[in-house]
């Protein structure tokens, strides 16, 4: 009979959680621990948390950590005597469960099967199915004795007290834990209790996650104050300021009561008064990461309105732009030109943060362009998101009635109607009005143009005055943030701080950070002299700090781009028109060893743009440059087609070089996918040169899924691993409207 | 002898050791002596435990102070072998004011003022190990000591920011000397956590020899610490007494490095010591004469026998025995004796050179040129510093007036400790010095900018509630202020004497020389070697007493 509920049973696991405990640490037992515990919570998951699974790989991590170290104290090597104890306690641990789970497979919930688990759970709170089967037994005994308040209160009592000494034990037990939640939500205890429990228990280990974790919830349960929840934090800090938990804590609260502008606290005053308490902690121990990662948010809730904001759009507010059927040639001296086959015109919203919900109710066009009622708007981010930072939609110009060599003007109105809501859930409130002039020409000229393109000659220097320029401007984000000067203050105090502060990594990135969010918020005259500064920054901890090389690498090129972009003096030294691209604007970025790319949204009307010579792994962010035609990426570290993913979304694109990339070098790692290529998936649709060529589409899927979508009338793919001729006549097939491929015209 | 017959005779007559006095080091090698399997007489002249280390009640203590050259008659028996012992006063000096004598009255039974103040006990001390160590732990309950400033002539009192925590919390530092501070304090600990592996040669020494033996001074300035935080460091957390600015004309006094960061060190340790202590300095319950009387009890437990209120008159050389006052004769080879017992004058000029030499450390020395400690006791009415009870306040050299020119400590406690009546507090005040006139100065300049002004004796009964624009400042009820001569333990082969209070905050010294009697005593025997059990206890932080 017993060996074989042995054999039915989890026994194992539970005795050797002690073992664990007791043991010095090795990784394998705690692992092997936390996946017993998932095994048991998956069992009996109905009654378990759905949390608590998620949890268990923080636990394991958290368990390594803690056997290692336990906070800086040291652990202890155990006498054999101890280990002999620890096994007789193990074998006494192994009849008391079998006893148990005898109980509990036949229901038996009588006193004595009750305490027997009690006496399990008290020297081994790990024993989850323990607690499950307690909650069975509670639920029993309370729909016996209907609705007597006394003796419900007696039972949850027990319970609460079974679970505290069980946490005495060991006050990190997942499964204690949530057993007293779980009694808590029965509705019957004294607060009071709780709040000196868990007093207790953070004096014991002040960054207990546990208590923290139960701490929120039995204030939630209690709805005692934020601003009291406020200042036990103070308490905790002022006891240790290195307890993250804390910080974090705060962080939270502080959030909550800002947002709703609980009374004393506006950002204005708070937030001020915040970085002064994160000032101590950060210059009395720099070492410290709590603090820092504190003034990081602070820092994150100076720069950033909760607010979605229009950041910027194309056209313009107050441009002109000339319309034309088809790819015109010609000559044109104003910058804003676009022809299209298809006679529509994209209109872009770029806003500073993710939003959805645009609409043509949301968004409202007035203009005496016929045919666009209803537009549709389209986020231009991975497929299936619903947010984006950008959103698109295509105004028709030619429509059935002849509407030539006429001037319109088109009226944008956004958030007219509410709708248009961050992805953190606020709305865009201020609705933004602009208003730009279409200049539809009647020169239809032919359509085909396939000369080829070239990136080497045929560019003048950008000649147009700074009046051009200033049409493309971004909207000022200052416009919508009244209450900038605030931040401003606090920020320059910052920094003034911080450059006092001696040569460490981290100040230098905090200065680095501080001067980008002043250059955010502050006015474009003093702008330049600051991305200097960062530029310099940046440069300082590439040298001093190499394993985080590529962060700070990422972060010059993102500085050095809103350098470029941050004035039109800056800007036009970039700029170039292409005489052979009917004097295309053509923004040239080479050499300036980028490795990421940012500023788009002062850059959408660029319908060249040359990132030769780079270190870019991806063209992330170009999505949103929705003019582009011609796109130069040769010369970077363009590892696979995956990584120009979002140029999908370039509808006007027909030039892209690629060249000297390192495209196909590595191969596409499948092993970490349940499938070969995402094409074994069969939602994936299939098309013609799916069904033609199954072998090369499974071989070269990535770069099918980019090619397919795109347009290009000319590839060059020379210089990469991949290039070849199986891949050329791939390209044909997957890009039947080419023309030029590596510099070589294709004979149709 | 019929007068004398309150004292029974002693029994047994013979003894390994006989130990006179009963302060500090004479408690702790009684305590050692007897753990380690000596019999042991531990005679005091005095009816109370303690000698120079005593707590006592305010007319005790002024009958003490008071007390001079207390000379038992000389013998009857003037064989020329017996030398006639007296007891001489340290202090001198004394001056003792009483500004409420019916206050005092009604609470004559609730005070514990310690002798030999400004006192207090670092956590990681060596008196504290040794109390692990003998057990005497358990004898005495400790508190710690809420806080120190630094303070000067205008009064305002600074934190010292000893801590991570405390330097976080601390108002009148500037970020920039927070940073300073803290990246001191570090680099200290590395040295320390470095040093503490020596033998690992690969191990990037953080200082210099070369530093090690600059002053210390020297090293901070270095290190580009502000004048503030030298300050700071050198007299509130070293503990210093002497000006180590003025290098050239105190260079006996000046500090190496390598001693700064000992006494760092020491500092650091403490505040880690036990977990429910709150900075590096605690203090015993019911005063600093419960740390002899811990020591007394454990020898007492060990089999060591106790005589108080019992003078030693005569050394008999003759028969290696001394004469007690009960005329009774006691035997032993190995003589230790209170620091104020010498030889009679009259004696003295009869011994030939060779018993002066075996008499040598009870022999009256010159004292002119010697260092001595002046001491101040207040008994105040409020506080030094609001809301904070039990604190250490530093006057560095010079920051009381220009000619200051050793540090003044001062030390109030409160009821809490046991040691005086609710709302007030003992202030214990003490400062090195060349002679009575100058020390009494900075320990008078002190107590006038820590404590409200005396008001004329006739208008002191009703002028303490409208006196208002003071009203913050604490109201003295009790002062004496005394001058004490500093004394060194000497090992005398059959004789020798023991140390009286330094002018330290702690015992350091006090223990360090009794250890080393002991040594010489006993031979190599480790000072309570047998005592292991506690050891354990020692390690978990429990050890000791402390209450929150």
């Not at chain 1, 057993?179 to 953070?202: A, I, M, P, T």
């Not at chain 1, 279409?438 to 147009?464: L, N, P, R, Y």
């Not at chain 2, 009286?500 to 006090?510: A, H, K, M, T, V």
Request: proline share 4%.
């Amino acid at each position: 009979m017993e060996l074989e509920i042995i054999n039915q049973t989890p026994i194992k696991p539970a005795a050797f959680s002690i073992n664990c405990t007791k043991q010095p640490l090795s990784l394998s037992l705690s692992l092997s621990l936390s996946l017993s515990l998932s095994l048991e919570s998956r069992c009996y998951v109905t009654l378990a948390d759905q949390k608590f699974e998620s949890h268990t790989l923080a636990y394991l991590t958290f368990v390594s950590y803690h056997r290692r170290n336990m906070h800086g104290r040291p652990r202890k090597a155990y006498k054999p005597e101890e280990e002999a104890a620890s096994a007789a306690k193990a074998a006494k641990l192994r009849g008391l469960q079998s006893q148990f789970m005898a109980n509990h497979h036949n229901k038996i919930y009588t006193k004595e099967a009750v305490d027997l688990s009690t006496k399990l759970l008290e020297i081994n709170p790990e024993a989850y199915t323990a607690w499950n089967y307690r909650k069975l037994a509670v639920e029993d005994k309370l729909s016996g004795i209907e609705s007597d308040p006394d003796l419900v209160k007696t039972i949850l009592d027990e319970e609460l007290r079974v679970v505290e000494s069980a946490l005495k034990q060991n006050f990190k037990s997942y499964g204690a834990w949530h057993h007293r939640k779980w009694v808590l939500s029965k509705g019957n205890s004294s607060v009071g209790n709780e709040l000196r429990l868990l007093d207790n228990f953070q004096k014991l280990d002040t960054r207990n996650f546990h208590a923290w974790n139960y701490r929120r919830f039995v204030v939630e349960l209690t709805k005692r104050s934020e601003q009291d929840e406020l200042e036990y934090t103070d308490d905790m800090i002022g006891s240790d300021f290195s307890n993250y938990s804390a910080w974090h804590n705060r962080s939270v609260l502080l959030s909550s009561l800002l947002a709703r502008k609980a009374d004393g606290f506006l950002p204005n005053k708070k937030i001020p008064d915040e970085y002064k308490l994160v000032q101590n902690a950060i210059f009395t121990d720099e070492d410290d990461q709590s603090g820092w990662f504190y003034h990081l948010w602070l820092l994150d809730q100076t720069v950033n309105v909760e607010t979605p904001l229009l950041t910027s759009s194309w056209p313009s507010h107050s441009s002109r732009i000339s319309l034309y059927a088809g790819c015109s040639k010609g000559s044109f001296s104003k910058l804003t030109t676009f022809g299209s086959e298809s006679g529509s015109f994209p209109l872009v919203l770029y806003f500073d943060q993710a939003v959805g919900g645009v609409s043509s109710s949301t968004v409202t066009i007035d203009s005496e362009l016929k045919g666009n009622e209803d537009l549709v708007w389209e986020p231009v981010s991975k497929k299936n998101s619903q947010v984006s930072c950008v959103w698109v939609a295509r105004l028709k110009y030619i429509s059935s009635e002849p509407c030539f060599g006429k001037e319109y003007k088109v009226k944008v109105r956004v958030g007219n109607s509410p709708g248009i809501v961050s992805s953190r859930g606020c709305n865009f409130s201020a609705s933004y009005e602009f208003v730009f002039t279409a200049h539809v020409h009647d020169t239809v000229e032919e359509s085909s143009q396939d000369g080829i393109v070239s990136w080497k000659d045929g560019f003048d220097i950008w000649d147009a005055e700074s009046k051009d320029l200033n049409a493309l401007a971004t909207l000022d984000r200052s416009n919508a943030q009244m209450d900038s000067k605030w931040r401003q203050e606090a920020i320059a105090e910052e920094i003034d701080l911080f450059r006092e502060l001696p040569d460490s990594k981290i100040g230098k990135l905090t200065l680095a950070r501080l001067l980008m969010a002043k250059a955010m918020i502050s006015d474009d005259a003093v702008k330049g002299v600051h991305y200097n500064e960062i530029l310099e920054l940046y440069k300082d901890l590439m040298a001093l700090d190499s394993s985080h090389y590529q962060y700070y690498k990422d972060e010059h090129s993102v500085a050095l781009l809103r350098k470029v972009t941050s004035s039109t003096e800056d800007l036009s030294g970039h700029l170039f028109r292409c005489r052979n691209m009917n004097n295309s604007v053509c923004l040239r970025l080479n050499n300036l060893s980028l490795s990421r790319i940012a500023s788009v949204e002062k850059l959408l009307f660029v319908q060249m743009l040359d990132l030769s010579h780079n270190e870019l792994h991806s063209t992330e962010g170009l999505e949103a440059m929705q003019l582009l035609s011609c796109l130069n990426l040769s010369h970077n570290r363009i590892r696979s087609f995956s990584s120009l993913d979002s140029l999908r979304h370039l509808k006007q694109l027909r030039v892209l070089d690629v060249s000297h990339n390192h495209i196909g070098e590595h191969s596409v790692d499948t092993t970490r996918y349940l499938c070969s290529s995402p094409l074994s998936n069969s939602e994936w649709p299939q098309d013609e040169v799916g069904s033609q060529m199954p072998s090369l589409v499974t071989k070269y899927w990535d770069a099918y899924f980019v090619l397919r979508d795109l347009n290009l009338k000319q590839l060059d793919i020379t210089g990469n691993v991949i290039a070849g001729d199986e891949f050329s006549s791939f390209v044909l097939q997957v890009a039947p409207k080419l023309v030029w491929l590596d510099g070589k015209k294709l004979e149709i | 002898m019929s007068d004398l017959l309150p004292y029974p005779p002693l029994d047994p007559t013979t003894y390994d050791l006989i130990i006179v006095g009963t302060g500090v080091p004479s408690s702790i090698l009684a305590a050692g002596a007897s753990s380690s399997g000596s019999s042991v007489l531990h005679l005091d002249p005095n009816p109370f435990y303690g000698s120079h280390f005593a707590s006592l009640s305010l007319p005790d203590l002024t009958s003490f102070l008071n007390s001079n050259s207390l000379s038992p008659p000389p013998s009857n028996t003037h064989d020329f072998l017996s030398v006639d012992l007296v007891n001489r006063s340290l202090y001198s000096s004394v001056e003792i004011s009483t500004f409420e004598p019916e206050t005092l009255e009604q609470h004559s039974r609730t005070f514990n003022i310690d002798l030999c103040g400004p006192r207090a006990v670092f956590c990681a001390d060596e008196s504290i190990n040794l109390m692990l160590k003998s057990g005497s732990n358990s004898y005495v309950e400790f508190k710690s000591v809420d806080a120190s400033f630094v303070g000067d002539s205008s009064g305002e009192l600074r934190n010292v920011p000893d801590s991570r925590g405390a330097i976080f919390k601390d108002k009148g530092l500037t970020l920039l000397e927070k940073n300073q501070l803290m990246k001191f304090f570090k680099l200290v600990q590395t040295h320390l956590a470095s040093s503490s592996t020596e033998h690992d040669e690969t191990a990037v020494k953080v200082m210099s020899e070369e530093d090690m033996e600059s002053p210390f001074v020297e090293f901070l300035s270095k290190m580009r610490l502000p004048q503030k935080i030298k300050s700071i460091i050198l007299y509130g957390i070293a503990m210093l007494d002497h000006d180590q600015d003025n290098t050239e004309e105190t260079c006996e006094h000046v500090l190496k490095t390598k001693e700064g960061i000992d006494r760092l060190a020491l500092y650091i340790t403490s505040i880690s010591r036990f977990s429910n202590a709150h900075g590096a300095l605690m203090y015993p319950m019911y005063g600093q004469g419960e740390l002899p009387q811990a020591f007394c009890r454990r020898a007492a437990v060990k089999g060591c026998v106790y005589v108080l209120r019992m003078p030693v008159t005569a050394l008999l050389l003759d028969k290696a025995s001394v004469r007690l006052a009960s005329g009774q004769e006691i035997f032993s080879q190995k003589l230790v004796m209170d620091p104020c017992v010498n030889i009679g004058l009259e004696s003295l000029s009869s011994l030939t050179d060779q018993q002066k030499e075996t008499l040598r450390v009870l022999v009256p020395k010159e004292t002119s040129s010697k260092e001595k400690i002046a001491r101040g006791i207040c008994i105040i009415r409020g506080s030094v510093k609001a809301e904070i009870s039990n604190a250490l306040v530093v006057f560095p050299p010079k920051s009381l007036f220009p000619e200051q020119l050793t540090a003044v400590r001062v030390l109030q406690l409160g009821s809490g400790l046991a040691v005086c009546p609710p709302d007030m507090h003992a202030l214990y005040l003490s400062t090195v010095c060349g002679d009575d006139n100058q020390g009494k100065t900075a320990v008078l300049s002190a107590i006038s900018t820590l404590i409200r002004p005396q008001v004329p004796e006739d208008l002191q009964t009703d002028s303490i509630a409208e006196n208002d624009t003071a009203v913050t400042k604490p109201v003295v009820i009790w002062r004496a202020l005394y001058v004490q001569e500093l004394v060194k333990g000497e090992f005398g082969g059959e004789i020798s004497s023991t140390s009286s209070p330094d002018g330290n905050l702690n015992y350091n010294e006090i223990v360090e020389s009794a250890m080393k009697l002991y040594e010489q005593l006993m031979g190599n025997k480790e000072l309570f070697k047998e005592e292991t059990e506690n050891t354990a206890e020692e390690d978990d932080g429990d050890g000791v007493e402390i209450e929150d």
